[in-house]
C-alpha cells in the first residue's frame, strides 16, 4: 500500500515554455501532498504544501508565480513550471499524507526536469 | 536553528563490507529520526524510524542508532552489497507546536555510498 505516483518521470522542454508534473497517490486519499526539488549531490528542499481544496502555502523563496501547484482532489496534484529556462532544471519529487503534516509522507518516484 | 548533518558525504566500500554512517542533529523540539534510502532518479525509500525513546531499530541489514542526549544518529550497513549504493539521507521531524502540533521535517544532505565488487 501507501503507493505514490508521478508523470512523466522525466521531460525535456526548450526554455520559455510551461511543463506539467503529475503527482497521485494511487491507494490512499492524501490530505496533504508535498513538493521536493532536488538538485544533484544536494538533498530535498521542500517547494510547497499543498492541502486539497485550498491554495498552496510555499517556502521562502519559492516563486509561487513561477511554481503554479493545484491540489483538485484528494489524489491528484499537480506542479506546473511556467516558463522554464535552463535554472529550473532539477529533479522534482512529491510526496503526499494521508494528514496535514509531514509526519507521515509516502515519496514518489520523482520527475527530473531538463530545460534547454 | 534546526539542522541536519550528515557525514561522510561520500563513501566508497568494497562488497561485503560493513560501513556507518554518522548524523548529527540540531532540531528541537524533537519529534523522531529516520533513514530514508534514494536510489539515483528515484524518490526516498524509508528504512527506519525512531522516536525519542528508543536507542535501535533495525531492517534487515540496516541498523540504526539514536542517542537522543548527544543528539546523534548512525546507520550501520552489515555485508554490502551492490545494490546498497545510493544516497542515504537522514531526516528529523519537529514538532511546531505553534501550528498545531504538527510535524516539519528537517533533510540532511545524505551521504552517498557507492559498493564495488
Known amino acids: 500500500g501507501a503507493v505514490v505516483s508521478q508523470h512523466p518521470s522525466w521531460v525535456i522542454c526548450k526554455s520559455g515554455t510551461s511543463v506539467k508534473i503529475e503527482c497521485r497517490s494511487l491507494?490512499?486519499?492524501?490530505?496533504?501532498m508535498f513538493w521536493y526539488r532536488q538538485f544533484p549531490k544536494q538533498s530535498l528542499m521542500l517547494m510547497a504544501t499543498?492541502?486539497?481544496?485550498?491554495?498552496?502555502?510555499?517556502e521562502q523563496g519559492v516563486e509561487k508565480d513561477k511554481f503554479l501547484i493545484n491540489h483538485a482532489s484528494l489524489t491528484l496534484s499537480t506542479l506546473t513550471v511556467t516558463s522554464a529556462h535552463p535554472e529550473d532544471s532539477s529533479f522534482y519529487i512529491c510526496?503526499?499524507?494521508?494528514?496535514?503534516?509531514?509526519?507521515?509522507?509516502?515519496f514518489g518516484p520523482g520527475t527530473r526536469l531538463l530545460v534547454l | 536553528k534546526n539542522q541536519v548533518e550528515q557525514s561522510p558525504q561520500s563513501l566508497i566500500i568494497l562488497e561485503g563490507k560493513n560501513c556507518t554512517l554518522q548524523?548529527?542533529?540540531?532540531?528541537?523540539?524533537?519529534?523522531?529520526l529516520r533513514w530514508y534510502k534514494q536510489d539515483t532518479g528515484r524518490g526516498p525509500v524509508s528504512l527506519t524510524i525512531?522516536?525519542?525513546?528508543?536507542n535501535t531499530k533495525s531492517n534487515g541489514r540496516y541498523t540504526a542508532t539514536l542517542d537522543a542526549d548527544t543528539k546523534q544518529s548512525s546507520l550501520h550497513i552489515t555485508a554490502s552489497q551492490l545494490s546498497d549504493s545510493a544516497s542515504y539521507i537522514c531526516?528529523?521531524?519537529?514538532?511546531?507546536?505553534?501550528?498545531?502540533?504538527?510535524?516539519?521535517?528537517?533533510f540532511g544532505a545524505g551521504t552517498r555510498l557507492a559498493v564495488h565488487p
Open positions: 510526496s503526499a499524507s494521508e494528514t496535514r503534516d509531514q509526519e507521515t509522507q509516502y
Open positions: 491507494d490512499f486519499q492524501a490530505t496533504t
Open positions: 499543498s492541502n486539497e481544496g485550498s491554495k498552496a502555502t510555499y
Open positions: 548524523c548529527n542533529y540540531t532540531v528541537s523540539p524533537f519529534s523522531n
Open positions: 525512531m522516536t525519542f525513546s528508543e
Open positions: 531526516v528529523v521531524s519537529a514538532l511546531l507546536l505553534f501550528s498545531g502540533g504538527y510535524n516539519k521535517l528537517i
